[in-house]
């Protein structure tokens, strides 16, 4: 069983910065890969990023390509999603995922745990 936690959004101008955390408890998360997802107001949600078990290798969304990056901390059971750039259609609500490869994250196969969420707000 893996619980995860969502932090670190919060509203911020255009071209600015966030640094979103997923952090997790259970022993077996060093197993798991881990994706980003967000969900805007009337939208479906939609894939952002994943990174692998080890965190060799990472994935993402061409609509935040060079602006995103993704990273692990295995020895404290976190993950971030560091933003730059961001842009007023960037707003939604963003949950991190725990699935078996970041390769099915992106893919589409539904990840085992999720999140909660946290609300990133993007003014223009």
């Known amino acids: 069983q893996v619980q995860l936690v969502e932090s670190g959004g919060g509203l911020v101008q255009a071209g600015g910065s966030l640094r979103l955390s997923c952090a997790a408890s259970?022993?077996?998360?060093?197993?798991?890969?881990v994706g980003w997802f967000r969900q805007a107001p009337g939208k479906e949600r939609e894939f952002v990023a994943a990174?692998?078990?080890?965190?060799?290798?990472?994935y993402y969304a061409d609509s935040v390509k060079g602006r995103f990056t993704v990273s692990r901390l295995n020895t404290k059971n976190t993950v971030y999603l560091q933003m730059n750039s961001l842009k007023p259609e960037d707003t939604a609500v963003y949950l991190c995922?725990?699935?078996?490869?970041?390769?099915?994250?992106?893919?589409?196969?539904?990840?085992?745990?999720w999140g909660q969420g946290t609300q990133v707000t993007v003014s223009s």
């Open positions: 259970g022993r077996t998360f060093s197993s798991y890969a």
């Open positions: 990174i692998s078990v080890s965190g060799s290798i990472t």
């Open positions: 995922a725990a699935g078996m490869t970041g390769r099915a994250i992106e893919a589409g196969t539904p990840p085992s745990y």
